[in-house]
């Protein structure tokens, strides 16, 4: 417990300078359903021990048609931050995208 204590009292420290973080949702494309994957979840990890607001948001195509997603995480109770840097990313992108099949 101490530890985790520990981990959010630092990630608060870092974010002081930020409204949010913008890093990959995973090492790769979204993996067909039901695949095996033993690193799945470690970009997502350390932001849901802080408990902290974060959105994942397809940000690109991978060659086979899988998607690239990226999450946006904001500092606490800044769900507002979060959502509004999705929305203008994904304007930015071209809004959703039916996924090739």
Known sequence: MLDWDSFRSKMLSFMKNYAAILCPA??????????????????????????????????????EGLPIGVQIVANPWREDVALA????????????KCPRL
């Open 26 to 63: 995973d090492h790769v494309p979204a993996p067909p359903y039901g695949a095996q994957d033993e690193l799945r979840f470690t970009y997502a990890l350390p932001f849901s021990l802080t408990g902290w607001p974060c959105v994942v948001i397809r940000a690109g195509t991978s060659p």
């Open 85 to 96: 840097i999705a929305q203008q990313i994904e304007m930015t992108l071209g809004g959703w």
